[in-house]
């Protein structure tokens, strides 16, 4: 790998790889870690009724959620379509703004567990739920609850014992 560009303060050199100029610390990072997910920005949820959708998304494998600088993200694991077996961009010259503004001075590869709160499975964020709301229940709770409640209802109308007919 040799280094064929100067580069902005901060940023890896550029070398060619594949006929591509890319940073090197990008050559090296394998699969490439930026161009395997995307995240979109959510509402953060402020009623307890919101950490029902939330939990919903996250029992689906490759789907989680986290916190950075105090907005929340849904992240789905998915590899970019357009990601070349070589590891490069393979519409690197068209590809979308969001990629090409997203440098490798401060990236996924450096610290993975950099987010102030990650929720990765469901029983972590039911776990966080309950901590913000103590009487978070989940729809299964309250629906079992209430099948509960009319079994209990039915079984005493059962053994409830009738009354004599007047004059017996
Ligand atoms: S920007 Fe970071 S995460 Fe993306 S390919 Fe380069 S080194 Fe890997
Ligand atoms: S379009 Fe290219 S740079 Fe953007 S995520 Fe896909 S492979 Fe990565």
Same mark, same amino acid.
């Given at each position: 790998?040799?280094?064929?560009?100067?580069?902005?303060?901060?940023?890896?050199?550029?070398?060619?790889?594949?006929?591509?100029?890319?940073?090197? $610390?990008?050559?090296?990072?394998?699969?490439?870690?930026?161009?395997?997910?995307?995240?979109?920005?959510?509402?953060?949820?402020?009623?307890?009724?919101?950490?029902?959708?939330?939990?919903?998304?996250?029992?689906?494998?490759?789907?989680?959620?986290?916190?950075?600088?105090?907005?929340?993200?849904?992240?789905?694991?998915?590899?970019?379509? $357009?990601?070349?077996?070589?590891?490069?961009?393979?519409?690197?010259?068209? @590809?979308? $703004?969001?990629?090409?503004?997203?440098?490798?001075?401060?990236?996924?590869?450096?610290?993975p567990a950099r987010?102030?709160?990650?929720?990765?499975?469901?029983?972590?964020?039911?776990?966080?739920?309950?901590?913000?709301?103590?009487?978070?229940?989940?729809?299964?709770?309250?629906?079992?609850?209430? @099948?509960? $409640?009319?079994?209990?209802?039915?079984?005493?109308?059962?053994?409830?014992?009738? @009354?004599?007919?007047?004059?017996?």
């Open positions: 790998m040799t280094e064929v560009r100067p580069t902005p303060p901060g940023l890896p050199p550029l070398v060619l790889v594949d006929g591509l100029h890319i940073h090197s $610390k990008c050559a090296t990072c394998l699969p490439a870690k930026c161009c395997t997910y995307i995240a979109v920005q959510i509402d953060g949820p402020r009623r307890m009724e919101d950490f029902e959708d939330y939990l919903w998304f996250v029992a689906h494998e490759g789907v989680s959620l986290y916190v950075d600088g105090g907005r929340w993200y849904l992240q789905f694991e998915t590899r970019c379509r $357009k990601l070349g077996r070589n590891n490069l961009c393979s519409i690197y010259d068209n @590809r979308p $703004k969001v990629c090409v503004a997203y440098t490798p001075d401060n990236c996924d590869r450096d610290d987010y102030a709160r990650e929720f990765r499975t469901y029983e972590e964020l039911l776990a966080y739920a309950r901590k913000r709301f103590p009487n978070f229940t989940t729809g299964g709770q309250r629906a079992a609850a209430r @099948r509960h $409640k009319v079994a209990t209802v039915r079984a005493r109308r059962v053994v409830r014992p009738r @009354r004599a007919p007047a004059g017996a």
